[in-house]
């Protein structure tokens, strides 16, 4: 069955940094393209970023361009989210997501808060 399983959440003051990680299984991870999304309290799920599986190009939302990098490791089966310049508004729960036969499947989510 696939899973997903997220870490390096954490508390961080404005204008640090953290790297999330997402463990995957259940699935052949190279073939598809893995997303992270982040919710905050009271507001809905939102897209952050995507690495596709051919060619490893990426998208990013745009609040967080420039400032938050997603990579893959294909051997590790493993998603990355390396984060920079975190501001307040990055504050949120993030949530590993991979679209399989179809279907959605997320991790259990990290929070992340970033605060002084």
């Not at 399983?5 to 940094?17: D, K, T």
């Not at 990579?71 to 920079?84: H, I, P």
């Amino acid at each position: 069955q696939v899973q997903l399983v997220e870490s390096g959440g954490g508390l961080v003051q404005p204008g640090g940094a953290l790297r999330l990680s997402c463990a995957a299984s259940g699935f052949t991870f190279s073939m598809y393209h893995m997303r992270w999304y982040r919710q905050a309290p009271g507001k809905d799920r939102d897209l952050v970023a995507v690495i596709f599986s051919t060619g490893g190009s990426t998208n990013y939302a745009d609040s967080v361009k420039g400032r938050f990098t997603i990579s893959r490791d294909n051997a590790k089966n493993t998603v990355y989210l390396q984060m920079n310049s975190l501001k307040p508004e990055d504050t949120a729960v993030y949530f590993c997501n991979v679209n399989y036969g179809f279907k959605d499947y997320w991790g259990q989510g990290t929070q992340v808060t970033v605060s002084s």
